[in-house]
């Protein structure tokens, strides 16, 4: 699989986690919503850096994609802590 559409795959992935939790968020609680605040800053970074990523063609491209790629790892487990969160 190519960083393109890696990068893809984790955008797709995180903006469906993001829409989940923000719906059970709309009732939650305030610390959580607080966190996820936090995370829908470097969510916003992340996509538009990303979307930038997927329309260019260069060699740094891929290396930007590799960055963006462990961002989006990041906020996977910052999705998946606050998932828990409302589990509990």
């Known amino acids: 699989m190519d960083y393109k559409q890696e990068l ?7 903006k469906q986690e993001r829409d ?6 709309h009732l939650g609680q305030k610390d959580l919503q607080d966190e996820m605040g936090e995370i829908e800053k470097q969510w916003q970074d992340l996509r ?13 491209s891929e290396d930007l994609a590799a960055a963006l790629t462990l ?7 910052s999705f998946e802590k606050i998932k828990d969160s409302l589990k509990g």
Do not use: F, P
């Open 71 to 77: 961002l989006g790892n990041e906020i996977k487990a």
């Open 20 to 25: 989940e939790i923000n719906l059970k968020l």
């Open 48 to 60: 538009q850096r990303g979307d930038k990523v997927l329309n260019a063609a260069d060699e740094s």
């Open 8 to 14: 893809e795959k984790i955008l797709a992935y995180l």
